[in-house]
């Protein structure tokens, strides 16, 4: 049995903020204040993360991911518990622990500005200490997974947003490292750009057996790169396991897709909010438990998140026909998506 690369045992992360008041005379009231709160950023996080693996690290705005991943890589100390990097205490050896990972924060690059990429690659390459042959080997393989000679020889400012965070992810592998981080790396970007990092990223992990911690609110890039996730909120952690646990704790969910508009009609944002508000209302006046369906809106269709353990899709398709022309319906099983919300309303208690 492989031991795990990385390890987190009961880790705590606290931030002392100053409390804020308001207007200009709390602002000067602030300048002298005393007035602190501490904010428990990461709350008695454990995990165990193995050699190749890449886990999704998901949880809503704030909830502490990026904290996270600023201890693992050394840029914060925990407050409590501690943190082992491929047999290093990141925060403890930040150098040595440098050497051993790549990181991308999302939207902000670690390349130099003014420079074409490929110089910033020379610099890397000093930096690390990279041996010719492996350099090499390194960018022959990203020549057959990217037009190296498009990104290459511009300066980073020039660069689309997707084409700097291309770079900065082969920039973060360069140095063949143990583990990489990639926060955010899709925020901002187009379908098609993000189906590419996405691309990128599997075949790196692939080639180099790279273990990879990947947060994101995308769940495109969960389903696309994803055998594990962990979710966390307010700093604790909810939920660690297989995605496959995921979907099939929530196996008695499934989405009805229903066309409610002839083609003729037009699905404006007003039209489709009346719609969810009447097809809530029917249910409502039909079924007495309320967690039993969500209804919302997916372009022109009206998307029902039904709990097959409390209703039925007959039941529900009956109801809404009384009232209302079905179109077109579709079932689904609940998506990745669908679940992890539920998990942040706290529906997996
Ligand atoms: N340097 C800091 N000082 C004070 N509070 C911080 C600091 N960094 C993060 N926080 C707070 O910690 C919480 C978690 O933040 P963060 O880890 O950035 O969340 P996420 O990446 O999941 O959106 C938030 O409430 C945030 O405001
Ligand atoms: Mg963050």
Known sequence: MASPIIQLKNVTKEFKVLNRHE?????????????YKIIRAVDNVSMDIMPGE?????????????????????????????????????????????????VVFGQRSQLWWALPAIESFNILRDIYQIEEKKYKDMMNLYGSIVDMDALMHKPV???????????????????????????EPTIGLDVAMKSKIRELIKMLNKERNTTIILT??????????CQRIVIIDKGKMLFDDGIDKLTETFGAYRTLSLSL?????KADEARMNELVQKVTDVLGSNISDKNAFTVSSR???????????????????????????????????????????????????
């Open 299 to 349: 372009d022109d269709q009206i998307e029902i998140l039904l709990d097959e353990k409390k209703t039925n899709v007959m039941k529900v398709l009956n109801y809404i026909q009384d009232e209302s022309r079905i179109y077109d319906m579709h079932l689904n099983e609940i998506s990745t998506e669908s679940v992890i919300k539920k998990i942040y309303e706290g529906g997996l208690s």
């Open 54 to 102: 890449i886990v999704g690290y998901l949880g809503p705005n704030g909830a502490g991911k990026s904290t996270t991943i600023k201890m693992m890589t050394g840029i914060l100390k925990p407050s409590e518990g501690t943190i082992m990097c491929n047999g290093v205490v990141p925060y403890d050896k930040r150098t040595q622990n440098a050497q051993n990972i790549g």
């Open 261 to 265: 508009l002839s083609k003729k009609e």
């Open 23 to 35: 207007g200009l005379a709390g602002s000067i009231k602030d300048l002298f204040s005393q007035d």
């Open 216 to 225: 994101t609110h995308d769940m495109g890039d969960v389903d696309a790169l």
């Open 157 to 183: 400012r020039q660069m689309s947003l997707g084409q700097r965070t291309l770079c900065d992810i082969l920039a973060s592998f360069l140095h063949d490292p143990a583990v990489v981080f990639l926060d």
